[in-house]
């Protein structure tokens, strides 16, 4: 009888196949619940962007000096403020990734809250430099895209010149801010039907030597933060 119990206790059940679908169907479909609510947008996050995507940024241009110039963050404004820096706010920036552009002056149009509204003039190296970078960025990640150090940008002034410009050099020191001017020179202004542009750009004084400075207007980085990504 021992022998027989023992050998009844050491049988197995048979497995129940109808009963191990219905759990398994059961966890598929709580796992496509769970995805449904999370909707397309983590899929959008894993995307990439590729040459020729149409990219549009949020960005804060850095000077050689490492302080802000150009934003499209308000806050950054308002904090610069405060420290008494000239930061222009602007608007998201769409660009193209991978292209690469010939223009010198490309503008950008910011505000201030002094000055008002501006075109504020963009290097085609910095342009290019941002539309290189983006490449290989996902949608909603940062990355900080350094201008090539080669080109810096420091212009010498006089006390003369910096006077036209309203300015004094007496009262004047390393660090101080100013804006600089530039014309679109190769507009035709040969009729009056078409006028040259005007940009502005924040400068700082780098250099102070007798009746001369040196102006650096260079941009060191631009921080930019990948908004929206579309495949053409």
Known sequence: MAAERKARTGRKEPVNWKKVGAIVIGVFFVVVMVVSTLGVGWITQMTKTETGDSVVVDYTMYAEDGRPVVTTNQRTVDDGAK??????????????????????????????????????????????????????????????????????????????????????????????????????????????????????????ISKLSGENMTVNYGVKSINTNIRSIKSV
């Open 83 to 204: 420290k008494g820096l000239t930061i222009f706010l602007a608007e998201p920036m769409k660009l193209t990734a991978g292209a690469s552009v010939s223009n010198q002056l490309i503008p950008l149009r910011v505000n201030h809250a002094v000055y008002g509204w501006l075109d504020y003039t963009l290097f085609s190296e910095e342009l290019n430099a941002l539309q290189k970078g983006v490449i290989g960025v996902k949608n909603g990640e940062s990355v900080d895209i350094k201008v090539p150090s080669s080109y810096m940008l420091e212009r010498e002034m006089t006390a003369r010149e910096y006077a036209a410009m309203g300015g004094n050099l007496t009262g004047s020191h390393v660090g101080d801010q100013l804006i600089l001017g530039f014309t679109d020179t190769s507009s035709d202004t040969t009729t009056n039907s078409t006028k040259p542009r005007s940009y502005v750009r924040v400068a700082y």
